[in-house]
């Protein structure tokens, strides 16, 4: 079993930043990709970023492309998002999920289907 926490989330005025947090437990060493996903009223759950455990390969969406950054803490077991200049378009419940899946391209790991874990999910509001 793998437990995901977001936190982090908040109130940011446009133009702002934000960095999110997603603590993982239980059995996490068996997880290779955290990915991260947003989701706002009446859309579509869609794909933000996602970053390996071990070389720390990165996929952006081109939603988020040159404003986010996503790393990892493997010692705290804790993947990070920051997205910078923040538009009211970025406001969503954001989700973080594990893949224990080895595959590293872009085309497998924006999908909600390679993930076999998932946290509750952090508010992020940007007001305008």
């Known amino acids: 079993q793998v437990q995901l926490v977001e936190s982090g989330g908040g109130l940011v005025r446009a133009g702002g930043s934000l960095r999110l947090s997603c603590a993982a437990s239980?059995?996490?060493?068996?997880?290779?990709?955290m990915g991260w996903f947003r989701q706002a009223p009446g859309k579509e759950r869609e794909f933000v970023a996602a970053?390996?455990?071990?070389?720390?390969?990165?996929h952006y969406a081109d939603s988020v492309k040159g404003r986010a950054f996503t790393s990892r803490d493997n010692a705290k077991n804790t993947v990070y998002l920051q997205v910078g200049n923040l538009e009211p378009e970025d406001t969503a419940v954001y989700y973080c999920?594990?893949?224990?899946?080895?595959?590293?391209?872009?085309?497998?790991?924006?999908?909600?289907?390679?993930?076999?874990?998932w946290g509750q999910g952090t508010q992020v509001t940007v007001s305008s």
């Open positions: 239980g059995s996490a060493s068996s997880i290779y990709t």
């Open positions: 999920a594990a893949a224990r899946s080895p595959a590293t391209h872009y085309t497998y790991l924006s999908r909600e289907r390679a993930y076999e874990y």
């Open positions: 970053i390996s455990w071990s070389a720390g390969i990165e």
